[in-house]
């Protein structure tokens, strides 16, 4: 029997909706970041890593994670140190670049790095910009914290305009600039000339902080830009544990920058963001890093074989430098994705027209997609 003061009912309120609160204005209308989460026997739409960790590696998160239990009782290293210094370690060995643990912060996912970012650069009467179709929490998170958002623009091939982002950089002044290499959801690079044009019209504007986001870099073709750090003191390069590191659940993200970067973002961290739990699964996960990165190998072939399967069949195709891939083009995109749906395959409607993207996932799993949208396009044509 439930008792009063055991029930679980919401307190009724009557008819309220978001905007009968006093959210702030920039708020107003906007929805939540989020994908579908249905449960489809091919889940394509995330752009997680399709491979569950290995078992040895398993077996070394419990050890971290039981050590680190044993003082729960005891706030986590504020600063995250041994954290820091490995992945300063892995960028140095795999980006050509070398990083010191000053060089690195690290934050609940790529997108608390992103946020801490905007909370220091940005905010009320300050604006960001970055070319879209981007990754849509840029824009999500600028507005959260106040900062005004500018669309800038690309080209029909979904490269970024260099010649109209400068203009825009120049005309609007903006406090932070978003560049999104490889870009999400199209997969596209961005060559480091641009990156240097774009930088330096940054500087001549404002300065301005440049921030270029590289969660899905280790997929990519073309090497890091971490190297464009030297000399730079205005340039992020942001990281995430999410893809490469197939540890999407973990909600690991980092950033490289100069020192004085990493000291000014400290300005709003919450203390001890990062819990002794976290840090321990990172760390085991970075004893492993040659096993994973050798699942990236695969996946990368995986891509590589979506993007000519796809072409073959009939579908235009986005050049990817990530673990997805965008195809199209659709009459209507949402009815192609309901399609692929109806038969078992979950993938993803960005709301760029005409176009869907679609995960790497294991071969099975993309021989079950490719089946499915063969059948399509064979409704399509007929």
């Not at 000053?102 to 790095?113: L, P």
């Amino acid at each position: 029997m439930t008792t009063d003061s055991t029930r679980t009912d919401p307190v009724e309120t009557g008819p309220l909706g978001i905007d009968d609160l006093p959210v702030r204005e920039e708020l107003r209308g906007k929805s939540p970041y989020g994908a579908p989460q249905l449960d489809v026997p091919v889940q394509l739409n995330t752009n997680e890593n399709p491979y569950p960790l290995p078992e040895a590696l398993v077996a070394r998160i419990a050890e971290r994670v039981t050590e680190a239990a044993r003082g729960l009782n005891r706030y986590p290293d504020r600063d995250a140190v041994a954290l820091r210094t490995e992945l300063a370690r892995y960028l140095t060995r795999t980006a050509g670049h070398r990083v010191a643990t000053e060089n690195i912060w690290a934050a609940n996912g790529s997108n608390e790095v992103l946020q801490q970012l905007l909370q220091t650069f940005g905010g009320p009467g300050r604006t960001a910009i970055g070319f879209e179709p981007s990754y849509s929490m840029h824009a999500l998170i600028s507005r959260g914290t106040g900062t005004g958002w500018i669309s800038g623009p690309r080209n029909d091939d979904f490269t970024i305009d260099t010649a109209a982002a400068v203009r825009a950089i120049a005309e609007n002044r903006p406090e932070v600039v978003f560049i999104t290499s490889p870009n999400n959801p199209t997969g596209t690079a961005v060559a480091a000339e641009t990156v240097i044009e774009l930088y330096e019209a940054a500087q001549a504007a404002g300065p301005s902080m440049v921030v270029v986001d590289e969660a899905y870099v280790e997929f990519s073709h073309r090497p890091s830009l971490l190297p464009l750090l030297q000399g730079r003191p205005h340039l992020v390069i942001s990281r995430t544990m999410s893809k490469a590191f197939g540890a999407a659940g973990l909600r690991l993200g980092y950033l490289a920058a100069c020192p004085a970067v990493v000291d000014a973002v400290q300005l709003v961290r919450l203390p001890y963001h990062l819990s002794a739990v976290t840090q321990a699964t990172a760390l085991a996960a970075l004893e492993h890093t040659d096993t994973l990165l050798g699942y990236v190998e695969q996946l990368k072939t995986e891509r590589d074989r979506l993007v000519a399967e796809l072409r073959a069949i009939g579908y235009e195709v986005t050049d990817s430098d990530a673990n997805f891939v965008q195809f199209g083009r659709f009459p209507d995109a949402h009815r192609a994705w309901q399609y692929l749906l109806d038969r078992g395959v979950l993938v993803r409607d960005n709301g760029v027209p005409g176009r869907l993207r679609v995960t790497a996932g294991t071969p099975a799993e993309n021989d079950a997609f490719l089946d499915a949208v063969r059948e399509l396009k064979k409704e399509q044509s007929a």
